[in-house]
């Protein structure tokens, strides 16, 4: 044998993707609403509030700039554990957080989620869902909605390795009411079911109360929407302290301090104003219903919303050029290339100045034809 053919010199350069794993290969990555650059824009694709967060949050992450950074933060984050706690009326023990809810969200279906059964979310719902499944290699089915977008429990009878949906449900902004929640929990007792409240605090009633009499609830709930902190990525979740400890144990397995020092700070103070939670909580809400009102007015059909975005298609425009004329006037809104709500546009409550701008907008778009 010559040196040349037992040990071949490669003259090619490879391609670094025959690096990649063989799950990264198959991976099909969630796509975020975008983040534009641009100034002067209406922007109103992400569900973001418009209003900026509690003074007190921006003085809490202000006192904790000091040469404390050079420190770990508490890997349990205990004084957020502990206001959540307390806002809620629960044990400490019944509190996870997270860096942002989809980050817990990818805990729970490493650590709820991955069974031989299939697990079970609406055809229509947040599109996140089936990304982590591919993931983690979850098999799952999808349920559908009725014909107006409301989620059947009766539906959900069936074996399953969990249960996952977004109450009030995204991008359709429609409330399931714990009544129904309650019957879905009494038919499957054996699997989680995770209710995954983003959106609650604009029109919802939590199912937070529940977790003491299902021991297979659990709750998640994010600071991004209606605590206008999605820039400080902290989210929460509730639940049995047995599930709370699966998602310690993958989380303690993957990122021992995904809170950061501001953001602990920043989230307490988040919790302890309670009175500019509530007054701009209220003020999106009262917009919602102006925009739902505006829009009908319009000609548009506007889902009920219990969230702080609307969902309304137009029976003779086509969603995706309404987008695209939107967009020609720095008014951005979020259309989704999917089977049922390709002709919606999700447009989320954005300040009156901004709601003004995107109604007058649609208001010529719709003239000119
Ligand atoms: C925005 C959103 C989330 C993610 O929230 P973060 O805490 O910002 O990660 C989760 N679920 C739904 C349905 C959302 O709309």
């Known amino acids: 044998m010559t040196p040349e053919t037992a040990n ?9 993707k025959t690096c990649w794993s063989p799950v990264v290969r198959r991976l099909t990555p969630y796509i ?19 209003y900026g967060p509690s003074p007190q949050v921006l003085d809490a992450i202000r006192a904790e700039l000091s040469d404390a950074l050079r420190l770990y933060p508490d890997p349990n984050a205990e004084r957020l554990k502990q206001a959540i706690a307390d806002y ?21 279906f490493q650590a709820l989620f991955q069974h031989p059964a ?39 009878r069936r074996p399953n390795g969990g249960i996952i949906f977004a109450n009030p449900n995204a991008p ?13 929990l009494q038919h499957n007792l054996n699997s989680a079911v995770v209710v995954d409240e983003a959106y609650i605090d604009f029109g919802g009633e939590t199912a937070i109360p529940l977790v003491d009499r299902y021991p297979n609830l659990l709750v998640t709930q994010t600071l991004s929407k209606s605590r206008s902190l999605a820039g400080l990525r902290v989210g929460l ?6 599930l709370v400890e699966a998602l310690e ?9 995904p809170l950061d020092r501001l953001a602990i700070a920043g989230a307490v103070a988040a919790f302890a104003d309670r009175a500019h939670f509530e007054h701009t909580r209220q003020a999106v809400i009262a917009s919602r ?11 548009f059909a506007v889902l009920p919303s219990a969230a702080n975005f609307v969902f309304a298609r137009h029976p003779r425009r086509d969603a995706a050029e309404l987008a695209a004329r939107l967009r020609e006037r720095h008014i951005i809104v979020r259309h989704f290339r999917q089977a049922r709500i390709d002709q919606f546009l999700r447009i989320t409550v954005g300040a009156p100045v901004h709601n003004a701008a995107l109604l007058a907008a649609l208001g010529q778009i719709l003239a000119e034809g």
């Open 8 to 16: 071949p010199i490669q003259t090619e350069l490879r391609s670094p």
């Open 32 to 50: 975020p609403g975008e983040q534009p650059k641009l100034d002067h824009l209406v922007k109103l694709n992400t569900n973001e509030n418009p």
């Open 88 to 108: 809620h009326g629960i044990a400490p023990a019944q509190v996870f957080v997270g860096n942002g809810s989809d980050e817990i969200l990818a805990h729970v």
């Open 118 to 156: 299939p697990l079970l979310f609406p055809d229509i719902t947040y599109s996140f869902y089936p990304v982590y499944c591919g993931l983690y290699g979850i098999d799952f089915v999808t349920v559908p909605l009725a014909e107006d977008f409301t989620l059947r429990v009766a539906d959900y």
């Open 172 to 184: 359709t902004g429609r409330l399931l009411p714990l009544a129904d929640l309650e019957w879905l």
């Open 237 to 242: 979740a509730v639940g049995h302290p047995e």
């Open 249 to 257: 144990r993958v989380k303690n397995s993957f990122n021992s301090y």
């Open 289 to 299: 219903e102006q925009l739902s009102a505006a829009l009908t007015e319009l000609g």
